[in-house]
């Protein structure tokens, strides 16, 4: 009995073909936030561009001096702990823990 062969998909063909990978669904946001590290000692701003119950995508006023971990503090909400995902360009991907 033969099975039939599925079809594999790499990362940069789901982007394209619109197949989220995410274990939840963002919403887009354009709210402003600091980031706050060093234990309070050091702060950057920053905009939370989209938002997901398990993270968000971020653009920090300066991408390479953004820590790793870090205490995400938007103006209007909740403070969430962060750890940084990936950086591309002037945007990071953070997951909330």
């Given amino acids: ?33 600091l980031i706050v590290f060093e234990q309070g000692k050091c702060t950057m701003r920053s905009r939370i561009l989209d938002v997901s119950d398990t993270g968000a995508l971020l653009a920090p006023s300066d991408v ?6 870090f205490v995400l503090k938007p103006d209007v909400g909740e ?3 962060c750890e940084v995902m990936w950086r591309k360009s002037d945007k990071l991907g953070v997951r909330f823990f």
Avoid: D, H, W, Y
């Fill in 1 to 33: 009995m033969a099975f039939p062969q599925l079809p594999v998909t790499t990362a940069n063909e789901a982007a394209s073909a619109g197949i989220q990978r995410r274990q939840s669904s963002r919403r887009r946001v354009l709210k402003n936030a």
């Fill in 79 to 81: 403070p969430r702990n």
């Fill in 64 to 69: 390479l001096l953004c820590p790793k971990e």
